[in-house]
């Protein structure tokens, strides 16, 4: 084939369809946060102490530092969906576990050592394990989905940056489930919990975002 | 001068995503001999480099969407080159080595091309036969959307996205090869 039959070719269909990737992925993450309620609320439902919980700040620190994962990889996400993404934003993803890390400090200040085991390991790290990538893991499909109408040139990263959001967003609501609240508990088992989505994330995205 | 290329192939792309069809051309060639500059370091011969120039102009066409209407348009085609050159280097078994820090120096190459050694009646037997009637009647026979919609008795609309999907059916066989 020439490439000028080809040229010739594409010039026929010069007018640009369809949404932006901007607006793909916003109308992707609406997307998310109703499936991950969906999935919440039909399975889990927020602890029944939750008006007493939302005083505390251990309780409430678990939805900032969700917010701030998501957040952060959303607007990460956002540049690796263009070609000519740059790697400077990535940085930002360092905010969630410094946050954590200094909450970890403030526990251990501020609670006895004999206790640090009991709040670690908590009373729902399996639960914990099982439901972050149970709710993450349909908006983490809504997410790749819109990725595809981008242009990202590095599939793997892409795929582990959604799979963060998925785990930021999943979070936010299993937060809401969760009675353990210590930042020990959170800096673990969230977090691996959210390692698991991204892993998810990182295969599927190497497969699924080549183009 | 850069600055000044730039800022007409945007103007260019700008005119093609509002619907002008000869400014997409001329936007796809300009766009097509520098690429060809590029890839030409690299590669072994003519037909390994209008493979690649074709792959990249098709994820250019697919991709583009992704350009915003305010930036630079070279920086943009640099990136998906860059990522379609890879990739096509590394199936042939071979590391990409061209240089593509600073595309905007790159200049147009002069000289003509080299057809690619892709048919594109094998191309078109990727397509499921609605796909091949379209991309046919726009590209083989050479008739407008308006014509082809009518011929095919179809709306515009599903003549256009038939031939979008055609194309990305190409894309990714070419992706194969």
């Known amino acids: 084939m020439k490439t000028d039959d080809l040229i010739a070719t594409l010039a026929r269909d010069a007018r640009a369809a ?50 701030a994962l998501a957040l952060t990889a959303l607007a990460c ?21 410094a946050m954590l890390a200094l909450a970890v400090a403030g526990e251990m200040a501020a ?36 990725m595809r109408r981008g242009a990202p040139t590095r599939p793997r990263l892409s795929g582990a940056v959604a799979g963060l959001l998925a785990g930021g967003i999943a979070a936010l609501f299993y937060a809401a489930h969760c009675t353990d609240d210590s930042p020990l508990f959170v800096a673990t088992w969230y977090s691996l919990a959210v390692m698991i989505l991204a892993g998810i994330g ?10 | 001068m850069k600055g000044a290329d730039d800022a007409e192939l945007a103007g260019l792309l700008r005119a093609a995503m509002a619907g ?25 011969d003519g037909a390994e480099v209008e ?3 074709q792959e990249t102009l098709l994820a250019i066409h697919l991709k583009r969407h992704t350009w915003r209407r305010d930036e630079p348009v070279l920086p943009w085609v640099h990136a998906i080159a860059r990522y379609k050159a ?53 590209s083989v026979q050479g008739r407008s959307i308006a014509e082809t919609a009518s011929v ?26």
């Open chain 2, 86 to 138: 890879i990739d096509a280097f590394r199936r042939r078994g071979r590391k990409c080595e061209i240089d593509i820090a600073d595309f905007s120096e790159t200049l147009p190459a002069p000289e003509a091309e080299t057809a690619s050694a892709r048919d594109i009646g094998r191309a078109l037997e990727a397509l499921s036969p609605a796909q091949r009637a379209v991309v046919t009647s726009l």
């Open chain 1, 111 to 146: 609670v006895p050592q004999a206790e640090w085991q009991a709040r670690w390991i908590g009373t729902n790290n399996v639960l914990c394990l099982l439901c972050i990538p149970t709710i993450g893991i349909a908006p983490l499909a809504v997410l790749l989905a819109a």
């Open chain 2, 51 to 53: 493979d690649i120039v």
């Open chain 1, 77 to 97: 996400l956002a540049a690796l969906s263009r070609p000519q993404a740059q790697s400077g934003r990535l940085g930002l993803l360092a905010l969630a576990p």
């Open chain 2, 20 to 44: 002008d069809e000869a400014a997409y051309a001329r936007f796809l060639a300009a766009v097509a001999a520098r690429l060809r500059a590029m890839v030409r370091r690299q590669a072994h």
């Open chain 2, 152 to 177: 095919l008795g179809m709306t515009d609309t599903a003549v256009r996205v038939a031939f979008h999907r055609g194309l990305a059916a190409i894309a990714r066989r070419f992706g194969a090869d």
């Open chain 1, 202 to 211: 990182a295969l599927v995205g190497g497969r699924v975002l080549r183009w």
């Open chain 1, 18 to 67: 369809g949404p932006s990737v901007s607006a793909a992925l916003a109308a992707a993450v609406a997307a998310a946060f109703v499936l991950a309620a969906v999935v919440f609320f039909g399975v889990l439902g927020p602890r029944p102490d939750i008006a007493a919980a939302l005083a505390t700040i251990r309780f409430d620190l678990k939805f900032v530092v969700a917010a």
